[in-house]
Nanobody
Framework: QEQLVESGGDLVQAGGSLRLSCAASGRTFSRSAMGWFRQVPGKERAFVAHISTSGSYTTYADSVKGRFTISRDNIKNTVYLQMNSLKPEDTAVYFC???????????????????WGQGTQVTVSS
């Protein structure tokens, strides 16, 4: 079982950068695909990025492609989301999630992930 704890959320001006971290405490991190999702009040949780177990395969939502980078450190049991050129519409609670190995469109679905963190707030001011 994975326990996930996100950190790094903050208030930042448009155009700025943040790096989110998600620390996993379970024994299966290196065998888990990891994802980042985000949610704003009144809307469903939306896919942001996914990284494969080895880190060699990544995929992104179109809205963040070219601005966000997902990475992982299987020694530190941590997954990261580097967010650059932030926009006010990136404001949301960001969640990390862990699940079995997956690829392609499957990685966009929150139902494919078994474990979730509590979320961290990112606010981008204009």
């Amino acid at each position: 079982q994975e326990q996930l704890v996100e950190s790094g959320g903050d208030l930042v001006q448009a155009g700025g950068s943040l790096r989110l971290s998600c620390a996993a405490s379970g024994r299966t991190f290196s065998r888990s695909a990891m994802g980042w999702f985000r949610q704003v009040p009144g809307k469903e949780r939306a896919f942001v990025a996914h990284i494969s177990t080895s880190g060699s395969y990544t995929t992104y939502a179109d809205s963040v492609k070219g601005r966000f980078t997902i990475s992982r450190d299987n020694i530190k049991n941590t997954v990261y989301l580097q967010m650059n050129s932030l926009k006010p519409e990136d404001t949301a609670v960001y969640f990390c999630a862990a699940g079995p190995a997956m690829s392609g469109i499957a990685s966009w679905s929150e139902g494919r992930y078994n474990y979730w963190g509590q979320g961290t707030q990112v606010t981008v001011s204009s």
